[in-house]
């Protein structure tokens, strides 16, 4: 599991958790909250919400993984490789929050939190996709030595920035290449699966997304987000807060 430590005001510490099996009780009492667990039973001290995500076995090795493709969509890979689409591991935070805020802007999501970000940066793998000397997607996922996991936290793509098809075309390769590197990756640092984060809220654009991402063999599971007793009753406080 990985565990990222936010402060805040008051001295009160808050903890994200995440890739744990299940919460872990000796936190009930603080503020903590215990992202993607496998562990779907309620737990006494925690408010439970259920979620999903799609994960990728990678136990079988990565060339398992490519042999379960399609053969179009091992056609797209090979063919943004012979395009010459590379991937670099991105170190740059600011860059990579730009390069995420067009995105959002361009699909009408949240720009992301400059200061979740940084809270968040030493503890993710952000890997940059490139095509024709430009940045064309940038990933940026959590991994657990501990449970040999990986999950996918933000994505982002210039996808929706392109209406020419051809480009649209190309541009799609490189994501499906993109993720399997990842994936690749991920194998070799001995996860035994990639998962591409939450569902999230069911809508058209949504579903296409996963329509998307199950070009790969994946799986639809079960999971759970779990928040310690006081950190559910702040989050309804601020929620149920009135302006002046």
């Not at 990565?62 to 670099?88: H, N, P, Q, W």
């Not at 490139?130 to 657990?144: F, K, N, Q």
């Not at 933000?154 to 994936?183: G, T």
């Amino acid at each position: 599991m990985v565990t990222v430590n936010f402060k805040l005001r008051l001295r009160l510490n808050l903890r994200h958790i995440w890739l744990a099996e299940r919460p872990d009780p000796r936190s009930a009492f603080g503020l903590a909250a215990f992202y993607n667990c496998e562990c779907q039973a309620s737990r006494p001290g925690f408010l439970r919400v259920a979620k999903r995500k799609l994960v990728v076995d990678l136990s079988n090795g990565i060339d398992s993984v490519f042999a379960d493709l399609g053969t179009d969509t091992r056609y797209k890979i090979r063919r943004a490789e012979r395009e010459g689409v590379s991937l670099k591991i991105e170190t740059d935070q600011s860059s990579f929050a730009r390069f995420y805020d067009s995105f959002a802007i361009s699909t009408n999501l949240p720009r992301i939190d400059a200061k979740h970000l940084e809270t968040y940066w030493p503890n993710l793998t952000v890997t940059s996709a490139w095509s024709d000397g430009e940045l064309v997607s940038s990933h940026a996922w959590m991994i657990s030595s501990e449970t040999r996991r990986a999950s996918l936290l933000w994505a982002a793509s210039k996808f929706r920035e392109i209406s020419n098809s051809q480009e649209r075309n190309k541009l799609a390769r490189a994501n499906l290449y993109h993720y399997f590197e990842d994936m690749k990756h991920a194998q070799a640092t001995g996860c035994m699966e990639y998962d591409f984060g939450y569902f999230g809220a069911l809508s058209p654009r949504m579903e296409a997304v996963n329509r998307f991402k199950s070009q790969f063999p994946c799986k639809p599971r079960e999971i759970s987000t779990y928040y310690s007793w006081p950190l559910g009753i702040l989050m309804a406080m601020r929620r149920l807060r009135v302006p002046d």
